[in-house]
């Protein structure tokens, strides 16, 4: 009687790797996005730290705070408030220079934004983590002062309002940032995010304030 070692045939080894395979294929995808999700999150908080720490020492040196129009003068006074209090690697100002803001941005349910950066009323820096912030002046309504718009991981996809593009007011009295997508601020969540078919300007609120972006999956989300 002869001991024969047990082993997996060709076919066997075959099968098992295309199991292996196709069990792949079905997670990963869920699970580079959980992943993408997360650092999103996270950098938006640390981002929405950041720029409410840049304003309050601008504040805290008696610095002025004065109304601006939206225009490229106006984009240059807002960005003077905070640029001396961010890590700046490139200052791209109001020009379009390659390689420091994407081109077309897309809203949330998938159409066409804007072209910013060809557009001068925009003062665009980006930061030494190779994300990009750009500042808009805006006295929309009431204390609105101006916008500063954030894109977490710079010229990278997907540059879409509410995957990794989003944006803060500037408000006087109270001086503060708030999140866009407060219900009595600039561009509510419920109508600017929520809906399959928004438009996502409204987003960063709801991903500061829940730590998460359900709304990319769940459109019944509100808040009051």
């Known amino acids: ?25 079905m997670t990963l995808p869920a699970l580079i996005q959980n992943h993408n999700e997360k650092a999103t999150v996270s950098k938006l908080k640390k981002m929405y730290s950041v720029l409410q720490n840049a304003y309050n020492l601008y504040l805290s040196e008696d610095n002025p705070v004065v109304a601006v129009s939206d225009n490229e003068e106006g984009a240059t006074t807002v960005a003077s408030w905070f640029l001396p209090y961010l890590n700046v690697a490139k200052d791209c100002g109001t020009t379009n220079e390659a390689g420091c803001i994407s081109g077309t941005y897309k809203l949330k349910k998938g159409s066409s934004a804007a ?7 925009y003062y665009k820096v980006i930061l030494n983590d190779g994300s990009v912030i750009w500042f808009k002046g805006n006295p929309r309504v009431g204390n609105h002062l101006g916008e500063i718009h ?26 503060r940032i708030v999140p866009f997508g407060v219900s009595d601020g600039c561009r509510p969540f419920n109508e600017n995010c929520a809906a399959a078919n928004s438009n996502g300007y409204g987003c ?13 999956k769940d459109h019944n989300l509100t808040l009051n």
């Open 1 to 25: 009687m002869y001991n024969k070692n047990k082993a997996f045939t060709l076919a066997e080894v075959l099968i098992t790797l295309g199991i292996i395979g196709v069990v792949a294929a």
């Open 115 to 121: 072209d910013y950066s060809t557009d001068s009323k």
């Open 150 to 175: 954030y894109d977490v991981n710079g010229i990278n996809p997907p540059n879409q309002w509410g995957y990794d593009l989003f944006a803060f007011e500037i408000q006087n009295e109270p001086n």
């Open 204 to 216: 960063a609120y709801w991903v500061i304030q829940q730590g998460n972006m359900k709304y990319l």
